[in-house]
């Protein structure tokens, strides 16, 4: 059972559907127009620092150039947006949907980025801080003096978000991933050199903490530290046992310093599944403590327990925080279990938790093989991911509103350096993920969009577009002379097992109600073609704590209603996050008109939300006041309502 299933390299998917290709392009375009020099800025700063430099100094170091602005970036957690870059510069270097051109520009970037960390690096050399590198603010004397001071608040507890420190370690993880996806996605090798030469500096640290210190370090937020240094460890395990000299002397300290991230204490909390153990929680905090709980256990399948955490938290995640978007939290919080038409707002759906959701639920299906991480993935990437983009400028969300009326409030190029807009740069330059799996002698085709596959003895290419029709096509190309490979369909939820496969126009018979289909390689011939039907219908989705509060899906798109753009006002919130602030209706509360009850209207659905001819407009009637839906994901432009309270002509007060 386990070690089912593995993401396709990056570089053997290409998605071929235009929507994602100009979401793609747009994300590159974007990144591709800041400064490095700038992102860099706080880098250069703190080794200037290190090295003892006099401000001229420091000045000709940092090219003469200032951090970005915008309270993040020159703010405590400043840096970490280029801990995000750089690992959506290495998805983009081996993005196949992308022109070679755009791969090398995107690949120079990176290796300037990555050489002037190196030299950043190299400034602590024979200092008290050797290995570090960091860029955040070092706002008065007290940190300029000693710019690791930030993690010395943390050890001591003080975390006041301007003045102590803002999450240090959240933002050491970002730089760890970026220089772990630039060795291992964009092959440059001195990330690795300089990532384990940061890795002295960390595990120097953590061998450090006597156990009450560790407690108060876990207890402010620390990003998904386990998750990548298990990769790192992962990394740096496989190059020893291969012989290569650029392996980590002793990996086993790299996993002693990841296991300093597990907080066992919270795993056993979530496994033992008291209610409402989550209530209150920071979601963005949490996710990425389980995501870490699961490498444990994908760099030692002995550690099952760790599995064991990581799918408890996930199934309480969708059980008792998600919205038919796949999105969770109010607040950047969970809240009570349960409650979530009660904490519908202008602040729901952190694009960050949906990003780890996603990540997550890929590699649960990896080692579990459960189809219902598939579901969830699929229903994330279209509703929430592709959702959060706007698809004229590029820009991406921090919240999702679950308030009926609010629009979508992105960011802007260079204003807006959100813990979300990093995450967006790797949201979309990743868009091939998840799209297929391989096991040895399979391939499995795990969502249904337009996309080509392509290894070294075929190649598949699926096209269709499900807005437009409940038909996807797919061709095999044979390399060679076999294809070796059975083909796995995924037959998803929403079709209610009415999914049907031609094999060369012949029906392809399958005698079981499952939620894959095998096709097996001697039936895939060079030339092969596959029809595929998926039927489509509208599906109702209310709340736990809404009964008569309902979204409604076509097939795996969430529809919402439009609704103008007469009130889209906004408001900063937070640390400068800007948000919705005006509904775009009085109420959220729909009127049946056509039915006795709301159990009835929703009953017979199909009667009164109607789908246009030819396009993904539909309208809903039978109400006093008529709505027209559409999909979600492209709803940027205006005032939306995924969840309406329906309520009776009858039983409406008067
Ligand atoms: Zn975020």
Known sequence: MADTWQLVPHNEVKVTDRYYDEALHLQLINMLQLDPDRLLAGFRETAGFIAGMDEAERNSFMKGKARYGGAWEDGMIGGHTLGHYLTALAQAVVNPGLSEDEKSRAKERLDYIVSVLGECQEKTKGTKYEGYIFGATLPTKEFTDNPVLQFDNVEKGLC???TQSWVPWYTMHKIVVGLNAAFSLAKNDIALEVNNCLLGWIANRTEGWSEETHRTVLSIEYGGMNDCLYELYDINRSLKE??????????ERIKAAAHCFDEIELFEKILSGEDNVLKNTHANTTIPKFIGALARYEVDRTQDKYLEYAESFFDMVIEKHTYVTSGNSEDEHFRADFSLDKERTNVNNETCNTHNMLKFARRLFAVTGNVKYLDYAERTLINAIMASQNHDTGFTTYFQAMGTGYHKVFSSLDGNFWCCTGTGYE??????????????????????????????????????????????????????????????LWVPGWTEGGMRVQLNSNEYKTDCDCRFIEIPASELTDGAQLTIKLPMSISCHNLPDGKDTYAFCYGPFVLSARLGTLKMQETTHGVKVNVASEKAVDSDVLTI???ESVDSFIANIDKYLVKRDGSCEFDLGGISKPKVFTTHFNQYTESYGIYWKYESDSNKEN
């Not at 291969?242 to 990996?251: L, M, V």
């Not at 399979?442 to 249904?448: A, E, F, T």
């Open 160 to 162: 006041e978000i301007f």
């Open 593 to 595: 008109t056509a039915e």
């Open 242 to 251: 291969k012989g290569d000299s650029r392996a980590y002397s002793n990996p």
């Open 427 to 488: 949201n979309f330059t990743k868009l091939q993920r998840g799209i297929y799996y391989k096991a040895p002698g399979k391939l499995l085709v795990s969502m249904y969009l337009a996309s080509e596959y392509e290894n070294e003895s075929y190649k598949v290419v699926m096209d269709g577009d499900l807005t437009k029709s409940d038909t996807v096509t797919i061709s095999v190309v044979a390399k060679k002379d076999v294809i070796e490979d059975n083909l796995l």
